[in-house]
């Protein structure tokens, strides 16, 4: 069965190092999205990305994030310079399409630890 | 943001038992509403979902009904098996193809199912 995949698993990185989350959706997929989960807290939205381009994006997602899709099969997510703050699970998603094909499906996640 | 809400934190049932979680949101505008499966380390699998334009859908042992007047859905497991024991997680959408497609989580329920 496809699935979403995601490398690495986890991340260590100094304050203020850019770093890159990739992720492989399922291949006949359309949406693309980030969310991260803090300890503790709820599963976040981040950004969807459709048609080459950012859908939407959260008040969580400024300047220091993006996203791109260098490829047909990569999705990437570039913190530039990362913050303590941003220390959590990043996950990347996939959609094939419009309703009824609405479900999300989720990769494993990165653990993004910023020290 | 409390726009979609689980009210308990954990839930405890005994094996060929129903499980029930339930899950409450706010937003009027929600119109797609989704489970999902969380196993530590991993990310959300999707379970089932349900458009706004039905009050029932069923897959197997998982059953979800959603009451729109009282702004409210639950997830029905029967029977409940060990297997299932897993953080459940309610989430909602806004509809639309590309924008308004941002998944809006609860907290999660831990369900924990006794052999």
């Known amino acids: 069965e496809p699935e979403v995949t995601q490398t690495p698993s986890h991340q260590v990185t100094q304050m203020g190092q850019e770093v890159i989350l990739r992720c492989v959706p399922i291949?006949?997929?359309?949406?693309f999205y980030w969310y991260r989960q803090i300890l503790g807290q709820k599963v976040e939205f981040l950004v969807s990305?459709?048609?080459?381009?950012?859908?939407?994006k959260s008040e969580i997602f400024d300047d220091q994030f993006s996203v791109e899709r260098p490829d047909g099969s990569n999705f990437t997510l570039k913190i530039r310079s990362t913050k303590l703050e941003d220390s959590a699970m990043y996950f990347c998603a996939s959609r094939r399409g419009r309703y009824p094909y609405n479900e999300q499906f989720f990769g494993p996640g990165t653990r993004l630890t910023v020290l | 943001d409390q726009q979609v809400k689980q009210n308990s934190p954990s839930l405890s049932v005994q094996e060929g038992r129903i499980s029930i979680l339930n899950c409450d949101y706010t937003?009027?505008?929600?119109?797609?509403f989704l489970w999902y499966k969380k196993y530590p380390a991993e990310g959300p699998t999707f379970l089932i979902s349900i458009s706004s334009i039905k009050d029932k859908n069923e897959d197997g042992r998982f059953t979800v009904f959603l009451n729109k007047s009282a702004k409210h859905l639950s997830l029905h497991i029967v029977p409940s098996q060990p297997g299932d024991s897993a953080v459940y997680f309610c989430a909602a959408s806004g509809g639309g193809e590309t924008s308004g497609s941002r998944l809006t989580f609860g907290e999660g329920t831990q369900l924990t199912v006794n052999p």
């Open positions: 291949s006949n997929h359309l949406y």
């Open positions: 990305f459709y048609n080459n381009e950012i859908s939407e």
């Open positions: 937003n009027s505008m929600f119109d797609y």
